[in-house]
């Protein structure tokens, strides 16, 4: 996806994660049995959204998921346009708090699971609004709080301890601001925005759930 100018995003995303501007976004989906990179999972992804024309800057995430899984859900209000697109696998559903698979305070590896993709639940949230970078922050929380929820609703478990799950071991989430009005400095639970925000999530993971048998396994 490439913006018609950068962005100010705040995400945990693989390549140029962090708080920094963005010209574009890639999710890129890769085969667990497709021959490994070199340069690892990042280089990966970054040389894959170079080759299709996405500038250096751009954030990218890397899933197991087919891509057949994603989903958008958008939403105008008031002249002003908040969106999600995102991504869901199940393979490795984790509650937070379960043992981890490495005993490494600082593991030697790429990633949490080396470079091994896995089933993932990676999400981009743009908005029309300027956002202070607390407030992208913030809504970066919310997400993540509707995301749990709608993860409860549909009953998936974490195959570790058989306890509800928060969501995957490799999730990833990107807040992207928009460049219009004076910056929004709140964006939590008690706002319109904040609101909006999570009925998205809520209703793009909750749509991707109900497609997936076996949902606690399912890739």
Same mark, same amino acid.
């Given at each position: 996806?490439?913006?018609?100018? @950068?962005?100010?995003?705040?995400?945990?995303?693989?390549? =140029?994660?962090?708080?920094?501007? /963005?010209?574009?976004?890639? =999710?890129?989906?890769? $085969?667990?049995?497709? @021959?490994?990179?070199?340069?690892? @999972?990042? /280089?990966?992804?970054?040389? #894959?959204?170079?080759?299709?024309?996405?500038?250096?800057?751009?954030?990218?995430?890397?899933? *197991?998921?087919?891509?057949?899984?994603?989903?958008? %859900?958008?939403?105008?209000?008031?002249?002003?346009?908040?969106?999600?697109?995102?991504?869901?696998?199940?393979? =490795?559903?984790?509650?937070?708090? $379960? @043992?981890?698979?490495?005993? +490494?305070?600082?593991?030697?590896?790429?990633?949490?699971?080396? $470079?091994?993709?896995?089933? #993932? !639940? =990676?999400?981009?949230?743009? #908005?029309?609004? %300027?956002?202070?970078?607390?407030?992208?922050? +913030?809504?970066?929380?919310?997400?993540?709080?509707?995301? #749990?929820?709608?993860? /409860?609703?549909?009953?998936?478990?974490?195959?570790?301890?058989? %306890?509800?799950?928060?969501?995957?071991?490799?999730?990833?989430?990107?807040?992207?601001?928009?460049? $219009?009005?004076?910056?929004?400095?709140?964006?939590?639970?008690?706002?319109?925005?904040? +609101?909006?925000?999570?009925?998205?999530? !809520?209703? &793009?993971?909750?749509? &991707?759930?109900?497609?997936?048998? *076996?949902? %606690?396994?399912?890739?």
């Amino acid at each position: 996806m490439l913006f018609d100018r @950068p962005r100010p995003v705040l995400s945990s995303a693989l390549v =140029n994660g962090g708080w920094g501007q /963005a010209g574009g976004f890639c =999710n890129m989906t890769v $085969d667990a049995a497709a @021959p490994r990179h070199a340069g690892g @999972p990042a /280089a990966l992804v970054a040389e #894959t959204a170079a080759a299709r024309g996405l500038p250096a800057d751009s954030v990218g995430m890397m899933t *197991g998921a087919w891509m057949h899984r994603l989903r958008l %859900a958008s939403v105008r209000e008031a002249g002003h346009t908040l969106c999600l697109l995102l991504t869901a696998g199940l393979a =490795n559903a984790r509650r937070a708090g $379960d @043992p981890a698979d490495g005993a +490494e305070l600082v593991p030697a590896g790429d990633g949490p699971l080396g $470079d091994e993709p896995v089933g #993932t !639940i =990676n999400c981009a949230f743009g #908005t029309s609004l %300027a956002l202070t970078p607390a407030a992208c922050a +913030e809504t970066l929380a919310t997400l993540t709080e509707a995301k #749990t929820a709608t993860l /409860a609703d549909h009953g998936v478990t974490s195959p570790v301890t058989g %306890a509800p799950a928060t969501g995957t071991g490799t999730d990833a989430t990107a807040v992207f601001a928009g460049l $219009d009005g004076a910056p929004l400095a709140y964006t939590g639970k008690h706002t319109r925005f904040g +609101e909006l925000a999570a009925r998205l999530m !809520i209703a &793009a993971l909750g749509d &991707a759930l109900a497609g997936m048998r *076996g949902v %606690a396994h399912a890739r």
